[in-house]
């Protein structure tokens, strides 16, 4: 059920961007911005979408947002992959922006799809004005200093520092990093309905980590064809991971033990929670 439903999520959420990216000025930059919002597994989408099935919002609605997060994670993939950050030359199994076309190029396409993002999460289609100012407020909460891009720093901060990372400190890196999204994106269905996010806060801060142990170690035993990018990039650099810090028969315990915690903070809604389930299942048994 859960990956039908992905593949018809991200199908969706493709036919949005067509629809908006179609109407702006062919120029490099919107090229760009329209290669890189292709493809990928449209997690955060979906888990909008699917939220909002979970509290009865029309897709119409739904759609919106969800198009939106995956715009504002389009974006920060664009930024990561430069040279002044993790320097990647291939996303998604495609050469990345800046190679394909310049670095100037990739900065104009991530900050135009970040202010996408908030102009698709207010459109009004979305909802009453107090709902999309809350998309609005969460989302930059999620995605600047106090959230992605704080995980960010804090990741750049530790391949300079004089000892790795400890567990604590990495779990906070990763919360930002990884998690902020995650949860923006589960929570984003209560919040159209203006309902209580306090279940799916709990069952998305568990999946954000199992998701970030899961890449980890992926980095270690996985196949870079298969995950579309360069892998073992953390170890050749010596930075501290779960797997590094836990070992790697331990992470995949405590990724398997949070998705058991996060699937136990749905049991409320009974079994119209079943997808998200296999979706948090999905996320520690995938390859790429």
């Not at 495609?94 to 135009?112: E, N, S």
């Not at 170690?217 to 064809?225: C, F, K, M, R, S």
Request: with cysteine; proline share 2%; hydrophobic share 45%.
């Amino acid at each position: 059920m859960f990956r039908e439903q992905l593949a018809r999520d991200a199908a969706r959420i493709q036919n949005q961007f067509d629809l908006v990216l179609g109407g702006l000025d062919d120029l490099d930059v919107t090229q760009a911005m329209a290669y890189t919002t292709q493809g990928g597994k449209r997690l955060r989408g979906f888990l909008v979408l699917e939220s909002a099935r979970l509290h009865d919002v029309a897709e119409e609605q739904a759609i919106w947002p969800a198009a939106g997060i995956e715009a504002l994670h389009a974006y920060s993939l664009v930024h990561d992959d430069l040279p002044c950050m993790d320097d990647d030359d291939l996303r998604r199994g495609k050469p990345t922006i800046h190679v394909k076309w310049d670095q100037a190029t990739a900065v104009l396409a991530g900050d135009a799809l970040q202010t996408l993002a908030f102009e698709l999460c207010t459109r009004p289609e979305v909802g009453a004005a107090d709902v999309r100012a809350e998309l609005a407020l969460t989302l930059a909460q999620a995605s600047g200093a106090q959230g992605m891009v704080l995980g960010q720093a804090l990741d750049i901060s530790a391949e300079t520092a004089a000892e790795p990372l400890n567990l604590d400190e990495i779990t906070r890196l990763q919360a930002g990093k990884t998690g902020a999204l995650i949860e923006w994106s589960a929570c984003a269905g209560a919040r159209l309905a203006q309902a209580d996010t306090t279940p799916l806060r709990q069952y998305a801060q568990a999946l954000g980590l199992a998701f970030q142990i899961a890449d980890d170690i992926l980095d270690v035993e996985g196949d870079a064809q298969k995950a579309g990018k360069r892998l073992q990039k953390d170890a050749d650099a010596g930075k501290a991971t779960f797997v590094s810090l836990l070992g790697l028969d331990a992470a995949k315990l405590r990724a398997a033990d949070l998705i058991e915690q996060g699937c136990a903070a749905l049991d409320t809604y009974g079994s119209r929670a079943d997808t998200l389930k296999e979706a948090a299942r999905f996320v520690i048994a995938r390859d790429s």
